[in-house]
């Protein structure tokens, strides 16, 4: 059974930076897709950023050129270093992932970002 653990959210002032990590128990090779999500209040869930197909990075229009996702093997990670946020980024980040050869998605338990303005 996958499991994630997320780290590193909080609240942070508009224009301010966060870091979240998502810790996997096994190696994030193991995963054909991988990466956050995030749901605000009243808002159906949405990708931040997803690693596809193995390695191919995806950002949701609203984050591209202020988040980057990254991978640490060594740590089993994968990251989202969020810059320039703004108060439309706050929300619970999820991480998830789907094993390499299944169709369902382990997700973690969220991490809650809050932006103030």
């Known amino acids: 059974q996958v499991q994630l653990v997320e780290s590193g959210g909080g609240l942070v002032q508009a224009g301010g930076s966060l870091r979240l990590s998502c810790a996997a128990s096994r190696s994030v090779f193991s995963f054909n897709d991988m990466g956050w999500y995030r749901q605000a209040p009243g808002k159906q869930r949405e990708l931040v950023a997803v690693?596809?197909?193995?390695?191919?990075?995806k950002y949701a229009d609203s984050v591209k050129d202020r988040f980057t996702i990254s991978r640490d093997n060594a740590k089993n990670a994968v990251n989202l270093q969020m810059n320039s946020l703004k108060p439309e980024d706050t929300a619970v980040y999820y991480c998830a992932g789907r094993p390499t050869g299944t169709t369902l998605w382990s997700w973690g338990q969220g991490t809650q970002v809050t932006v103030s303005s």
């Open positions: 690693f596809i197909s193995g390695g191919i990075p």
